[in-house]
């Protein structure tokens, strides 16, 4: 059998000079706790000490559209893997199934970062040492439900073991909350926080949008029959999170576009929208406001902002109708920010208060628009590589286009942005290996020397998401 | 006299760890077959045993817009360069004069993929053992001319020597594919096949469309008098073709815009069409249905389906009014995909029973929107680095920006694409060791094993491309 | 205290193949003469030679947006950099403390092309050997002060120090060229010419514009009541450049649009900007139309046009408000070049006698769009990397997507494009230090051999440049 081995020096340049300085330089960070400003873990995980991962296939298949997607762009049904139909109608229920077929393609994920990551989960995590194919595939299947079958491996016990030291999870406007006040009221000290996400009652196209609304009133105790109940409910909700330990909030949009409407304009569309009869326009330009009214919110109660641009979502009506969304059918489309941005740059964006950190599916914005963006406007920085680039390649792309404009320091370190809670040691470790490598990189070609580079690989993987996301 | 030598180890990173293993890998695939599923060699070559090249000028410069292009930009006349004028004016009869103002000027080349062929085809077809300049260029003509007397450079004695196992062509709809019949009928067994283009019945706005349906049909012998004729008999002609040995079609569109049209639309459009009354929004809008219906008609005949977007033909008026067209004037334009071919996925991308093949001239559409959308649509792949891209550090961004998210097996190998025949071997060579180098990059960083390596880098030179073609 | 050093490898590749062979190229091209086609240096500097550069927050700071603007984007207010405002506000006024808090904060240029100047400012001409940091900044400042009251260290003094063979600076269209006149009158043998730039005359929202028209009919004694008579004053003006020196024109636009306007036409719309009635629109329009007349002067006087397209000016409003224009606020926007040029190529493009330079903020249009356009056009050259993009890895993709298609001979070496005198030769080092890197890796990965390399490096740092501006 092929041994699955992890090369110590993965991710580097191999050149005899920049290799070791790679290396020594994230030895320096490799030990560094985690800090997790942005994901999707599931709060839930840690309410209970003794909740579990269920079976490998609920660990690593069925919940995580990365990585069945592959599998379905090669023809495999996404019914094959598990993935529960809307309709309730027959999936696949035999889990040991379900792994073989992921086993019997696993070659699909060679040299992609979801490979990267399984790799080094299935390695570091669960200390599997053969290669996962079909043949391999029930013998590493056992080992991994004998492993998730003892209290180490479940998800406060391993938050432990990966030395997270915080973790901000993604929540709606309108949740209670319950489950972080059952983490708080429960003693453990796990650094678990929520995160603002109005998106769900800002874009007024959402499937059920009146109904968020409801329970906007319920959530607030603000009865939300106008724009202005709105705003307050909305600033309601914005405290209670921060009361609850947000210290962030996060903003989805197509577009990056930013206006401020009227007062009587923003009513009047809002008005529109409780009487059902919002038009796309509408819901454009009342995104647009709500994003520079959320930018004034954000001066006030201090919540760090930040705009997720670029997404179409459920691009695949056939995959969406019958699965729902977030199962692979999200495609990025081409964005705009120079003239975007405008006018919440120039409305706040000389304020050195607000913190506003934008992410991109456009990477060709990077060099052109949001380097020189954030290399100008104070309040401005640049999330890092998003989604599809947040890999050792989008990575190096990252730095390559937007360092030299932007510089570190308007950047924000590292986010793992990901449901999949097993993954996250895996994905910093890349983050902090690709960092270390373009900082040596730095160092071979001259453009820094080793005092700069030490401080920098300490800034990239730890303390600028820290300082960024107000986490200190 | 500077001596014209070819790097063994041309193409790869220079770092001592990574190229012994690129080499190490390039030796496994250097001598495979080449499998040309897409491209634009002439059939008539190889329909008489006898068929020759004509002179070094003929061969390597009159007919190749990649080369005579470089020399015009630096103000060369194209009359210089012995193409001919539609209104039959003057142009260089010399072929050894056209020759000289080549090598003259072949310093232009330095650093380019036309000059790195043109580099091997001298050397490694030809046996050329002095660096092309305005010295050599007598001897080295001579040298050429004395070799393209000989038997054992033949087109079919290349098409062997070459070691290719299919050669496809492209052919307009109408074409009757008498060479190909031809070449079937001689009992040679070279595999030179077919593939139905109907660009010029499809786009209606092409110069002489009226008298192109005419000929479609003559060809299919269906009266094209409404679109449902139009239909059966583009359905009629794909038949054709496939029962002499098509396996795939190709369309080409300045735009990826597809959406069906109602019948009544589409029949509507065609009959202004048919009276000479078609608007330019009708021709954009009947080429967007009849992607649509060519998906439709791939589903029935199983012939794989290409789509090349992104050229603005033409764009020199002067040239293209005295020379025609395909005499170096195309240029790109931005593209987008991830909402123009949304219909077109919707309603077909999910069958993977199609085979459906981008191409861009748009590199910023790789990692943004075609890797997400072959990655995810199981009837979609990426067709390779395109034209201009077809060259050491086009394939290196492709690799860069497409695998991580497509992953390779929804990518198709490579397509030569070319009308210089002798140029096969060399446009093949680059592509095997780009493919090489780039594969085992991924093992120095550690991202995959040599066992996975060995795999791809077969995958990547002949396998994917046999597949994807359908030439098992 | 941390000693400052240069690499003397630096921008170079580690590779231990392709290092030494950079160097051994670069070698080379070190001491060649600098030969400075397009910048910003204001010509006074020279007129008197015992003119001097002020303090080192003078020479360094205040005036170079490049730096300020980094600091500024974290919270540094452009006060505290003593930049003066319009309306006279207080701003520092003590040189030491602006050096201070530049000192204080040098570490965030770490990494960025401005870093990288400075550093070799302070090394090589000011021949400090400690880090700019907190501690050290007091003792430099001193440093620097004695050397700039030295004679050494003189404008004059350091063209010469410098090896400037030619410097052409860029003024307005009614610029009387004083400074010229007097420096030719100064018998001092440096070459300082002009160039010509109308935009201020021909964008028609120009602020002031209507001023602008009254000094272009005194500066050319021709008074401008008419388009006609407008096109006769700026040819008038062009003559005069010539005369001073000039040999080129330069040109500046949001977009790339070129297209003829009908004679009443521009007489129109030219009326109505003089009645002070002129729309969004009609600027537009008139602009496209006056790049092309501008191409026809060219041909006629055979002055080199250079276009400059992408910058949103002015995008921060509360900075240009308080500050004026060139305060780091400006930003790239995207840009479209295949349509944009078409009228422009199509009707001048194909004449070898008309040198057209572009230059691009969008990189994504280099491989797309300029690089086949000067691929093919015998008029189009294509400029170096701009602005952010003036840097080690700006330049790297500049090499990567630009010269396999447009070959190198179709673009025109370097602009140092600076208002920072003293940083000229740093600017050039990178550059020339970026194309030898560039070459040997040519050379190491056999795509041209040393004989081509040897070439190509001297045209890159020297030749292209002064043949592309007519300065030889």
Request: proline share 7%; aromatic share 12%.
């Amino acid at each position: 059998m092929p041994k699955l081995t992890l090369d110590p020096d993965r991710y580097f340049d191999p050149d005899p000079t920049q290799r070791p300085m790679a290396r020594e330089l994230y030895e320096t960070v490799a030990d560094l706790p985690l800090v997790c400003p942005h994901g999707h873990v599931d709060p839930r995980l840690f309410v209970d000490e003794t909740a579990t991962f269920g079976t490998p296939a609920d660990l690593f298949i069925i919940p995580d559209h990365y990585v069945f997607r592959v599998l379905y762009s090669q023809g495999i049904p996404v019914e094959a893997m598990g993935v529960p139909r809307l309709d309730g109608g027959l999936v696949e229920e035999d889990h040991r199934k379900i792994w073989q077929i992921f086993a019997d393609n696993f070659y699909l994920f060679r040299g992609t970062p979801s490979g990267a990551w399984l790799t080094q989960e299935l390695s570091e995590v669960f200390g599997v040492d053969e290669k996962l194919n079909g043949e391999t595939a029930p013998a590493i299947y056992d080992h991994i439900v004998a492993k998730l079958a003892s209290p180490e491996f479940r998800p406060r016990a391993l938050y432990e073991k990966f030395n997270i030291e915080v973790l901000c999870t993604t929540d709606e406007a309108v949740d209670p909350l319950k489950s972080h006040q059952a983490i708080r009221d429960s003693g453990w000290p796990g650094n678990i926080r929520p995160t603002f996400r109005p998106d769900a009652v800002v874009n007024l196209l959402t499937p059920g949008w009146r109904k968020n609304i409801d329970a906007l009133s319920n959530a607030s105790g603000i009865t939300v029959n106008s724009y202005a109940a709105f705003v307050r409910a909305l600033e309601n909700r914005r405290e209670y999170f921060k009361s609850m330990g947000a210290t962030a909030t996060d903003h989805a949009a197509i577009s990056a576009y930013t206006a401020e409407l009227s007062p009587s304009e923003a009513e009047a569309i809002f008005e529109r929208a409780l009487r059902g009869e919002v038009t796309r326009d509408d819901a454009h330009r009342f995104t647009g406001h709500m994003i520079m009214e959320n930018a004034r919110m954000a001066l006030e109660d201090g919540l760090v902002m930040q705009f997720h641009v670029g997404a179409v979502r459920n691009h695949n009506r056939v995959i969406f109708n019958r699965f729902g969304p977030d199962k692979g059918g999200d495609i990025p489309e081409h964005s705009e920010f120079t003239h975007n941005l405008r006018p919440l740059l120039n409305k706040y964006g000389n304020n050195p208060s607000l913190t506003f950190i934008v992410f991109t599916l456009d990477e060709t914005t990077y060099a052109r628009e949001l380097a020189p963006l954030a290399g100008h406007y104070p309040a401005m920085r640049l999330g890092p590589p998003w989604w599809f680039y947040d890999s050792v390649s989008g990575m190096s792309r990252y730095f390559d286009q937007v360092m030299e404009t932007a510089g570190l320091y308007n950047t924000v370190g590292f986010n793992d942005d990901t449901r999949a809670f097993a993954s996250i040691p895996a994905r910093h470790d890349v983050w902090r290996r690709a960092s270390a490598n373009w900082i040596a990189g730095l160092v071979v070609r001259g453009l820094i020397d080793m005092e700069d580079a030490r401080e920098m690989v300490v800034d990239a993987a730890y303390r600028l998401a820290k300082r960024a996301y107000k986490l200190e």
